[in-house]
C-alpha cells in the first residue's frame, strides 16, 4: 500500500476514534520526527501529548461553562497594587489547593466591588484545571435550589452543588433568609463540614449574620461549622467598579450600593 493509502487509513482510524488532535497534527508530527531523526517512542509520545493536551482542555471548558460561574477571570488578571491592605502572599498561597484536600473553607469579606467574587472565580478556574469538581451559586440561587429539593422531597445530596468537591457561594448577606430558609442553609453546611470544602463571599462582617439570617441559635451552629477549619480574609479596600471615578472624586472612600 502506497504512504498515501496508509496515511489515510490511519486518519479515517483517528478520526473513529474520535483522536481528533491526533490527526489533525499527525502529518506535521511525521515530518518534524523525520527531520530531527527522532524515535518511534517519541514519535508516540508527542502525538499523544497532543491528544490529551486537547481533551483536557475541552474538559475545563466544559466544566467552566456549566460551572455557573458569572465570568471567568484568574488570579493572573488581579491587581494586587489595588488592594494593597491585601496580603498578597497569603492569598497567593490558597491556590496551591491544599484547602481542598483538607476540607477547609474560605471566606470573603468586604464591601462590593473589592474583587470577592474575583478572587473565589480564580480559585475555581484553578480548581477546576487540577481536575477537582465545582460548583458556583449565588447565596440566592443556592436557598431557591435548597426550598425546591426540599419541597419536592429530594435530599438535594445528589445535586452539584452538594456533592462538588469545591462549592462557591457567592453574596451571601445581600437577602435576609427567614428560619425555614435558615434551616436549610445549616443542613447544606453541616453537610460539607470536614468533608468538602465551601468558599463563601459576604459584604457583611459575621457580627452582622445573626440580623440577617433570623435564629440566632442556627447562625450560630452555621459559623462555628464554616469557621472551624477555615481561611477568612477581610478586603477592606476600595471598589475596583469605581476605580476611574474614584481618581476624578478625588479618591473618597465608596460605601453605598454595588
Ligand atoms: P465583589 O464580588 O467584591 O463585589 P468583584 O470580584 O465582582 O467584586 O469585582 C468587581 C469587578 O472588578 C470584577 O470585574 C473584577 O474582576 C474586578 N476587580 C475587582 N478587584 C480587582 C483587582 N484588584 N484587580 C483587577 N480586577 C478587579
Ligand atoms: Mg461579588
Request: hydrophobic share 40%; glycine share 6%.
Amino acid at each position: 500500500m502506497s504512504d498515501t493509502l496508509v496515511l489515510e487509513r490511519i486518519e479515517a482510524n483517528l478520526a473513529r476514534l474520535r483522536l481528533t488532535r491526533m490527526g489533525e497534527v499527525l502529518s506535521d508530527t511525521i515530518r518534524v520526527c523525520e527531520e530531527q531523526a527522532k524515535s518511534y517512542l517519541s514519535f508516540l509520545d508527542d502525538l499523544l501529548e497532543e491528544e490529551v493536551a486537547r481533551k483536557e482542555q475541552r474538559r475545563v471548558e466544559t466544566t467552566l461553562k456549566i460551572s455557573g460561574l458569572p465570568f471567568i477571570k484568574t488570579i493572573d488578571e488581579f491587581d494586587f497594587s489595588f488592594q494593597p491592605a491585601l496580603d498578597r502572599r497569603s492569598v497567593m498561597s490558597l491556590f496551591d489547593l491544599t484547602f481542598v484536600q483538607r476540607k477547609e473553607n474560605i471566606i470573603f469579606l468586604g464591601p462590593p466591588g473589592v474583587g470577592k467574587t474575583h478572587l473565589a472565580v480564580a480559585l475555581a478556574v484553578k480548581a477546576c484545571q487540577s481536575g477537582i469538581s465545582i460548583s458556583f451559586t449565588t447565596m440566592e440561587d443556592l436557598i431557591a435550589k435548597l426550598k425546591k429539593d426540599h419541597a419536592s422531597g429530594k435530599a438535594g445530596n445528589a445535586r452539584s452543588y452538594y456533592k462538588s468537591a469545591l462549592v462557591i457561594v457567592d453574596e451571601v448577606g445581600y437577602t435576609p433568609i427567614d428560619r425555614h430558609e435558615c434551616n436549610l442553609f445549616y443542613r447544606f453546611v453541616a453537610n460539607r463540614y470536614e468533608k468538602a470544602s465551601t468558599i463563601i463571599t459576604s459584604n457583611k462582617a459575621f457580627s452582622d449574620w445573626s440580623e440577617l439570617f433570623t435564629d440566632q441559635v442556627i447562625v450560630t451552629a452555621i459559623l462555628d461549622r464554616l469557621l472551624h477549619h477555615s481561611t477568612v480574609i477581610n478586603i477592606r479596600g476600595n471598589s475596583y467598579r469605581l476605580k476611574g471615578k474614584l481618581q476624578k472624586e478625588g479618591d473618597k472612600t465608596y460605601e453605598h450600593g454595588q
